[in-house]
């Protein structure tokens, strides 16, 4: 048996179509005006125990509701979904002894006292050994020197620091699984790395099931073998991780600002791009945001250098981003039917 | 229980953090009861016993009053609306722990900070500064039991109060009202004593005077007859038990809100 299941998992929201002003707060007192929003839209999928899982999707496409719902805390609007046999929010006290969660904006830890203190509340409310709990906190102390931040406020710490402490509370009571809910937002490379491999460490040695939500493709490609992209409440792709990288790998966005930009340069920028890489040359430009240009480029058909140094020759080049590709252009190019 | 007990010792080293505002606490408490202490010398100017207390009976009733009130503020109706409002609530929800044991308790950690950073400082005052003689009978034994019971009941009704914020954003008004009903009701500001009659009858069959009249009832005249001692005991504990047993009622349903429409 799957250690979780999940079949034609729906959660609608009403939300009231507010109007504007005061007197359109006042008309709001008796509107019956409802907007259903489909958080999560027909979701269907199996997660083995050990499994690693990057749950992938732009902002708003639906992953903390589907979080919420495994973890108990939402109540499915139709659809069935299991955790270790049970479903969530029908017994939540016995549930959440098995889980641990991690809310990337929200801290689990408390906020006035020191560091070691909110592990030692957190060990008594999970009934957490003695020997367990030494050896937990031994781990990450090896893993990320996290001794150094014992007697630390918790209020003080780095957004790092503190999800760091975070992580090592969510794992603290050895659960079947964990739900790491956008625990990378924000972060730097360095806390990134850490991160990663205190995650990847506890994932083989314990072989925790762990669900892991991002909008950073680098996290998913680092950690996890299977990929569940979601989008509008939908699931629009759930397969290997490679599949995707195969796909995404090759792409980078060439961001660049050009001096006295305007719609004309837009569009001769694109009639030459034309002219000198071919028509099916894996290019795809838009205007993001005032002088920004994004050039989408494939490296499979066009070399990024070569863009690059197209662009920097004919035009006036005032300043050069290379990013990776982004969600939002991943779901496009799902929806597009990259991955068909 | 270990649970809950790791709750208790970490509400009463959050409020530890706060201990420089009890400074404060204690001064604005000792200049009340100096206002008080005035107030009601005069009351007494031309009479030794009124509605069959004492000077020293009502003011050490009003003291102590002052000093049960500082005791049961913990702001719980504050943090339990605020932690609703902005979802910090589902923190809460993911730890195998009951919502209402789980407040319950660490409010019990908030009233220990208070009984040792203020409470205690102001009976001291009150014994040193105004020289007022405390009684001492069946009731004094009685009065810590009471006192547990009081809260109990206090905290139901922050709880309740804070709760409500599953269904309306501002809770603001709704704490203040609740504040103003208890201090008025409950014999806190006032005994009860000196209400007229009929309303004294009313407010006896109502729940907030368990809160303050009991425990200061048994406290300032702890030489009652036990039948009596006993009823008022009888009925906080009546009271203690059925608010727990409703508020948790109204949770399951508040809960509800946010299991269905998220918050
Ligand atoms: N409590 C709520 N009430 C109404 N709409 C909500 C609520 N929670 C989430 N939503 C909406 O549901 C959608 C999915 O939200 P969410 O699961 O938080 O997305 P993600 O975590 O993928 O960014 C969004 O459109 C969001 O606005
Ligand atoms: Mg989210």
């Known amino acids: ?106 801290t689990q830890l408390w906020w006035d006292l020191p560091v070691i203190e909110s592990f030692k509340i957190l060990k008594d409310i999970y009934r957490v050994d003695q020997k367990t709990f030494d050896d937990h906190m031994g781990l990450f102390n090896e893993l990320v020197g996290l001794k150094q931040l014992y007697k630390q406020q918790v209020r003080t710490l780095s957004l790092g620091q503190r999800m760091l402490c975070d992580i090592t509370a969510s794992f603290l009571h050895n659960p079947q699984v964990v739900f790491l809910d956008e625990p990378t937002i924000g972060l730097d490379i360095s806390v990134k790395a850490k991160m990663r491999t ?101 490296q499979a058909r066009t070399p990024l250098a070569d863009v690059l140094s197209f662009v920097m020759t004919n035009f006036p080049v005032h300043d050069v981003r290379i990013v990776e590709i982004s969600m939002e252009n991943v779901v496009q190019k799902v929806y597009d039917g990259a991955l068909s | 229980m270990k649970k809950y007990f790791a709750i208790i010792r970490g509400a009463f080293m959050v ?70 409002i902005d979802g910090n609530i589902i923190i809460d929800l993911i730890k195998p722990i009951d919502y209402q044991l789980m407040t319950l308790f660490t409010n019990l950690g908030f009233v220990l900070t208070n009984l040792i950073a203020i409470t205690i400082p102001t009976a001291l005052m009150l014994v040193l500064v105004f020289n007022v003689t405390i009684p001492y009978g069946a009731g004094t034994l009685l009065f810590p039991f009471s006192l547990i019971m009081a809260f109990v009941i206090s905290y139901c009704f922050d709880y309740f109060t804070g709760l409500l914020a599953f269904y309306t954003e501002s809770t603001w008004g ?38 303050y009249h009991t425990p200061l009832m048994l406290f300032t005249r702890p030489d009652q007859p036990w039948e009596a001692l006993a009823g008022m005991l009888l009925v906080q504990c009546g009271w203690a038990l059925g608010l727990i047993l409703l508020t948790r009622l109204f949770y399951l349903q508040a809960i509800k809100v946010l299991r269905i429409s998220g918050g």
């Open chain 1, 1 to 106: 048996m799957s250690l979780i299941q999940i079949k034609d998992l729906n959660k609608h929201f009403n939300v009231l179509n507010r109007r504007e002003g005061l007197g359109g707060a006042f008309l709001d007192l008796f509107s019956g005006d409802y907007n259903i929003v489909r958080a999560v839209d027909g979701v269907s999928f199996d997660i083995e125990a050990g499994e690693m899982i990057g749950y992938i999707g732009p902002n708003g496409a639906g992953k903390s509701t589907t979080i919420k719902m495994m973890t108990g805390i939402l109540k499915p609007s139709s659809g069935a979904i299991l955790v270790n046999g049970f479903p969530p929010h029908a017994n939540r006290i016995r549930q959440a002894q098995i889980m641990g969660v991690v809310f990337g904006q929200r």
């Open chain 2, 15 to 84: 409020g530890m953090v706060y201990r420089l505002g009890f400074i404060f606490t204690i001064l604005g408490n000792l200049v009340y009861l100096g206002v008080a202490y005035y107030l009601w010398t005069s009351i007494y100017e031309t009479t030794n016993v009124m509605r069959g207390l004492t000077f020293n009976e009502a003011f050490l009733y009003i003291a102590l009053g002052s000093a049960v009130f500082i005791l049961l503020k913990t702001y719980s109706d504050w943090w339990i609306s605020r932690e609703i």
């Open chain 1, 198 to 298: 205190v995650i990847k460490e506890l994932n083989q040695t314990r072989n925790t099931t762990i669900i892991l939500t991002t909008h950073d493709l680098g996290d998913v490609e680092a950690l996890c073998r299977r990929i569940i992209i979601i989008d509008k409440g939908k699931v629009l792709f759930d397969g290997d991780v490679k599949k995707v990288n195969a796909l995404f790998g090759a792409y980078r966005t060439l961001k660049v600002q050009v001096n006295d930009f305007d719609e004309s340069t837009l569009k001769a920028l694109a009639g030459q791009m034309i002219q000198h890489f071919g028509t099916n040359n894996g290019i795809s430009i838009s205007e993001v945001e005032k002088h920004w240009t994004d050039i989408t480029i494939d």
């Open chain 2, 174 to 211: 709704l704490s203040i009202t609740k504040d103003t009903i208890i201090l008025v009701f409950s014999g806190a500001l006032v005994p009860l004593q000196f209400f007229p009659e009929g309303m004294q009858k009313v407010l006896m069959v109502l729940p907030f005077q368990t809160m």
